[in-house]
């Protein structure tokens, strides 16, 4: 049941190793959510993404343990919402309470909101020195704000996780995490019409892979990590079946002429 999956990786602060290829969780509920989990960890998905917001941490756990993969094999991520600012240490027990581990290996704020974000950094800061997080990062974050916690802290986040896809490729924004030393992680990459659109169906077509896979591929060529979700095995499966094709110079270049202005 395993499949042809990736096993590029990008090295984080603490030494961890985060595969770029995760499984994305978000409007994943109830037993589907714990089905698909078990599904993407059995066909060789290392990297699980969820948050407080999903309602699904429970079913995320489950679905970790049913797969019968052992927890140091997986790299679990999950998200605080700028409406627990205060309660960020709070939110984080409970979110590994309902996990069932006592420590994830990246925990993001989920994104900016009205809160101070820098006390909320600083809070983060905090767990990862008590062990609750080995790597903290944040979400939808602007490059602006990404130095506004780092120089207030001294500690820059890990990553940052955005809204990417070949249509939304934007060089600057990639250069600027570069420069940074944050890892690109990139999140909704088969919606807003990314799998409907002729140039990345056309490059699919040649290949004899689906769109779904190409803009995968894309993803881990540029070194940026993408979470594909689907409830489908079928799609899980092939979402992960990337690793015996590469994506040539020419066919890179025209994907990221896609997200020009």
Same mark, same amino acid.
């Given at each position: 049941?395993?499949?042809?999956?990736?096993?590029?990786?990008?090295?984080? *602060?603490?030494?961890?190793?985060?595969?770029?290829?995760?499984?994305?969780?978000?409007?994943?509920?109830?037993?589907?959510?714990?089905?698909?989990?078990?599904?993407?960890?059995?066909?060789?998905? @290392?990297?699980?993404?969820?948050?407080?917001?999903?309602?699904?941490?429970?079913?995320?756990?489950?679905?970790?343990?049913?797969?019968?993969?052992?927890?140091?094999?997986?790299?679990?991520?999950?998200?605080?919402? *700028?409406?627990?600012?205060?309660?960020?240490?709070?939110?984080?027990?409970?979110?590994?309470?309902?996990?069932?581990?006592?420590?994830?290996?990246?925990?993001?704020?989920?994104?900016?909101?009205?809160?101070?974000?820098?006390?909320?950094?600083?809070?983060?800061?905090?767990?990862?020195?008590?062990?609750?997080?080995?790597?903290?990062?944040?979400?939808?974050?602007?490059?602006?704000?990404?130095?506004?916690?780092?120089?207030?802290?001294?500690?820059?986040?890990?990553?940052?996780?955005?809204?990417?896809? *070949?249509?939304?490729?934007?060089?600057?924004?990639?250069?600027?995490?570069?420069?940074?030393?944050?890892?690109?992680?990139?999140?909704?990459?088969? @919606?807003?019409?990314?799998?409907?659109? *002729?140039?990345?169906?056309?490059?699919?077509?040649?290949?004899?892979?689906?769109?779904?896979?190409?803009?995968? @591929?894309?993803?881990?060529?540029?070194?940026?990590?993408?979470?594909?979700?689907?409830?489908?095995?079928?799609?899980?499966?092939?979402?992960?079946?990337?690793?015996?094709?590469?994506?040539?110079?020419?066919?890179?270049?025209?994907?990221?002429?896609?997200?020009?202005?």
């Amino acid at each position: 049941m395993t499949a042809k999956v990736p096993d590029h990786t990008a090295m984080l *602060p603490s030494g961890a190793s985060m595969p770029l290829l995760g499984f994305g969780t978000w409007e994943l509920d109830g037993s589907v959510a714990q089905e698909s989990v078990t599904t993407a960890l059995q066909v060789g998905y @290392r990297h699980l993404d969820t948050a407080t917001v999903y309602g699904n941490e429970r079913q995320v756990g489950a679905g970790l343990r049913e797969s019968g993969t052992p927890r140091e094999q997986v790299f679990l991520t999950t998200k605080c919402p *700028p409406d627990r600012a205060g309660q960020e240490i709070e939110n984080l027990r409970e979110s590994l309470q309902q996990l069932g581990t006592d420590h994830v290996d990246l925990w993001l704020v989920h994104w900016p909101g009205g809160a101070d974000v820098v006390a909320m950094w600083r809070a983060f800061v905090e767990a990862q020195e008590l062990g609750l997080a080995r790597d903290i990062g944040v979400s939808n974050f602007d490059l602006q704000q990404l130095d506004e916690v780092t120089d207030a802290t001294g500690v820059r986040p890990a990553v940052n996780q955005i809204e990417w896809s *070949p249509l939304l490729f934007d060089v600057d924004v990639l250069a600027g995490h570069r420069s940074r030393g944050v890892v690109a992680e990139g999140y909704s990459a088969l @919606r807003g019409g990314t799998l409907e659109h *002729p140039v990345i169906g056309g490059i699919a077509d040649r290949l004899g892979r689906t769109p779904a896979q190409v803009i995968v @591929r894309w993803h881990l060529q540029h070194d940026v990590v993408v979470i594909p979700r689907s409830s489908k095995p079928e799609r899980i499966r092939e979402n992960a079946e990337v690793a015996d094709f590469e994506l040539s110079a020419e066919d890179m270049a025209t994907l990221d002429a896609l997200g020009a202005p």
